[in-house]
Structure formats: C-alpha cells, structure tokens
C-alpha cells in the first residue's frame, strides 16, 4: 500500500514559480512510475506530466512542456513538480499519483492507468 500526499501549493503571480512535492510512503515506491494531474474548477483532471521509476524518463503535456521539471528523489520517496513560468491558466488543484504498471505498454497519461492517488494541493496563479 502507498500513500501520496502533496504539498508546495499557493498563490503566486503570473510568471512566478512553485515547486510541488509529493512524498510516499511504503516500501515499494521507488519500484512506482509516478505522474502528475491537475483539475481545474468545472473541468475534467488533465494529465501533466510523468516519470519512470528510475528517474531516468519523462514526459510532459504539451501545456507544461518549457516550462515544468518533474523529478524525483527514491531515497526520499519524494516527487517533485518544479513550475516556472506559471499562467492563470494553470490554476488548479494538483494531484500526484504512483502505477505499479511498467511505463512499457501503457502511456501514463490516463487516471485509470493508476492506483495510488493523494489528495492534492491547490495551485492559484494571478494575472
């Protein structure tokens, strides 16, 4: 069993930045590829972003891609989600999510393809 749980979130102006933490628990997480979603008020969650298990593979949503860095450190069970350059469009709350699926074979951009989820942490971006 893994949990998530997120923190880093705020308000903050536009073209500012934030780094969004989300810190495991359970042994196993480090074996976990691990993604990042957000959902705006009155929209459907979005995929952000993804790393591999290793740290070693990324991806990101062309919305994101610039301007967000997600890495992530095993011996701390810890993932980052590093954002610069924030819009008012990316106000929203932010949720950090583990697959025990291998990144091979599946995108990691869909919820379903995950089975941990935290909680979330509001991001708010000012014009």
């Known amino acids: 069993q893994v949990q998530l749980v997120e923190s880093g979130g705020g308000l903050v102006q536009a073209g500012g930045s934030l780094r969004l933490s989300c810190a495991a628990s359970g042994p196993t997480f480090s074996s976990y590829e691990v993604g990042w979603f957000r959902q705006a008020a009155g929209k459907e969650r979005e995929f952000v972003s993804v790393?591999?298990?290793?740290?070693?593979?990324?991806y990101y949503s062309d919305s994101v891609k610039g301007r967000f860095t997600i890495s992530r450190d095993n011996a701390k069970k810890t993932v980052y989600l590093q954002m610069n350059s924030l819009k008012p469009e990316d106000t929203a709350v932010y949720s950090c999510?583990?697959?025990?699926?291998?990144?091979?074979?599946?995108?990691?951009?869909?919820?379903?393809?995950?089975?941990?989820w935290g909680q979330g942490t509001q991001v708010t971006v000012s014009s």
């Open positions: 999510a583990a697959a025990t699926r291998p990144w091979a074979g599946s995108t990691l951009r869909r919820e379903n393809e995950y089975n941990y």
């Open positions: 790393i591999s298990w290793s740290g070693g593979s990324t």
